[in-house]
């Protein structure tokens, strides 16, 4: 398996833009998770899937973010309108279910900056 | 959210030595402690995990070391080597939504030569 795969890589765009992540996480997993990596915060979730429906979005910080996952393969996360603060490194990982949801493989991230 | 707090939030250690990296959590409903290993420019990858019907994990030279009265676990990494240099996280299930890992904000080990 490749691993869960995220692009872009790298992302550099202007406040006010829209902003699109993507996540093919590992086939077989039952979870998805987005979680986003800065100095000041660490790794905070912003919200999982189950079986491609969200469980828990409670960590998304604003209604600017939203994120779906429309089929087993497949979850985006959208920012609209983007804002320097969003700056970060965005990371998408996957869980089997006989782990409980406890042992992620995480992506490479997509690193974000909004100027 | 913070459910884990990590301590230190930088080491230095020199080559062969021990590093010791120290996690306490709150909620005692937790069943499930790992660490995870992030190199510059990647994910974060699990490395050892524990659940708290033991007081100790060995694989090769990582230990988790689990204090349940104490509400603290530890990583130890005996004979450091450069190699080793990376940030570590601990994490713990978050109590709110019952599956979702929360992080401490990391430690930064750098081993030197």
């Known amino acids: 398996d490749a691993g869960v795969i995220q692009s872009p890589r790298h992302e550099v765009t202007e406040m006010g833009q829209e902003v699109t992540l993507r996540c093919k996480p590992i086939s077989g997993h039952d979870y998805l998770f987005w979680y986003r990596q800065t100095m000041m915060r660490g790794l905070e979730l912003l919200i999982y899937?189950?079986?491609?429906?969200?469980?828990?979005d409670s960590g998304m910080p604003e209604d600017r973010f939203s994120a779906k996952m429309p089929n087993a393969s497949f979850s985006t996360l959208k920012i609209q309108p983007s804002e320097p603060r969003d700056s970060a490194v965005y990371f998408c990982?996957?869980?089997?279910?006989?782990?409980?949801?406890?042992?992620?493989?995480f992506g490479a991230g997509s690193r974000l900056t909004v100027l | 959210q913070q459910q884990v707090k990590q301590s230190p939030q930088s080491l230095i250690v020199q080559k062969g030595g021990i590093s010791i990296i120290n996690c306490a959590y709150e909620?005692?409903?937790?069943?499930?402690f790992p660490w995870y290993q992030q190199f510059p420019g990647k994910g974060p990858a699990l490395l050892i995990a524990?659940?708290?019907?033991?007081s100790e994990k060995k694989e090769g030279r990582f230990t988790i070391s689990f204090n349940k009265s104490a509400k603290q676990f530890s990583l130890h990494i005996m004979d450091s080597q450069p190699g080793d240099s990376a940030t570590y996280f601990c994490?713990?299930?978050?109590?709110?939504?019952?599956?979702?890992?929360?992080f401490g904000k990391g430690t930064s080990l750098l081993v030197t030569p």
């Open positions: 909620n005692t409903a937790f069943d499930y």
């Open positions: 899937f189950n079986n491609n429906v969200p469980i828990d």
């Open positions: 990982a996957s869980s089997p279910a006989w782990s409980g949801a406890n042992v992620l493989t």
């Open positions: 994490a713990a299930p978050n109590s709110n939504s019952g599956y979702a890992l929360n």
């Open positions: 524990i659940r708290p019907d033991v």
